[in-house]
């Protein structure tokens, strides 16, 4: 879900960013980027200028979601390799714990310890 977060850390850093979307005659107006944001005030309340701030907050959304989006998409990616190198070795596992059958007779061989066949008695 890193897809949510990144789009709402965009929208939150397009506010700031929407300064560079501003006209340069406002930029020199509030001589940077710290005197845009403290007249932030105005220039939400001027209808030429709130809209430059609105799609700088989308556009940066749009941005983090994409981000986001490709980060959640490699997670899933290294949780199907991790999944899989755990059910590869859970092969293994149950080859080691293999039960035997008895060559002559083909009676399931329970106890590993033993040497003789529980059904026939051969030696095995
Ligand atoms: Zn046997």
Redo the contacts with the bound molecule.
Sequence with gaps: MKKVTFAIFGAILGIPMSYYFQPEMLRAKVGGLGGYLKNFDDIVNNSDLVGNVFLSVIIFAVIGGVIGYFMDENEAKNKNVGNKIRSSSGSNQSIENQTNF?P??G?RITDGETNF?E??G?EL
Aim: charged share 25%.
């Design positions: 008895c002559s007779c009676e066949c059904n026939c051969k």
